[in-house]
């Protein structure tokens, strides 16, 4: 399966931004889905998912209330939301899928991983 991460950009603070993963050769709906960052210096750490039929998602605390993950079977593609933004978001943002049916929090639990996004909030 390939993941194909985009919507990356440089943005003010309290703005918003909406990233896309686009899923490619196999059934979507056959994978959980979730969002990583990796700010600089940082590890990379969860920040979204979403269950194979999409219904439950499940974010880190930091972003509940500002970030939404939501996914289009149509479209193969799931999304991230991300509004108020703040200078400690700005990091790249990865798509990762899973074969799991609940979301995992852990990178080593996605076996597939898009390109990754820079996203970049300034002050």
């Known amino acids: 399966v390939q993941l194909q991460a985009s919507g990356g950009g440089s943005v003010q603070a309290g703005g918003s931004l909406r990233l896309s993963c686009a899923v490619s050769?196999?059934?979507?709906?056959?994978?959980?889905m979730g969002w990583f960052r990796r700010a600089p210096g940082k590890e990379r750490e969860f920040v979204a998912g979403?269950?194979?039929?999409?219904?439950?998602?499940y974010a880190t605390d930091s972003v509940k209330g500002r970030f939404a993950i939501s996914r289009d079977t149509a479209k193969n593609t799931v999304y991230l939301q991300m509004n108020t933004l703040k200078p400690e978001d700005t990091a790249v943002y990865y798509c990762?899928?899973?074969?799991?049916?609940?979301?995992?929090?852990?990178?080593?639990?996605?076996?597939?991983w898009g390109q990754g996004t820079l996203v970049t909030v300034s002050s």
């Open positions: 990762a899928a899973t074969n799991a049916i609940v979301v995992l929090t852990t990178p080593s639990g996605y076996a597939y």
């Open positions: 050769g196999r059934t979507f709906s056959r994978y959980t």
């Open positions: 979403i269950t194979r039929s999409g219904d439950s998602t």
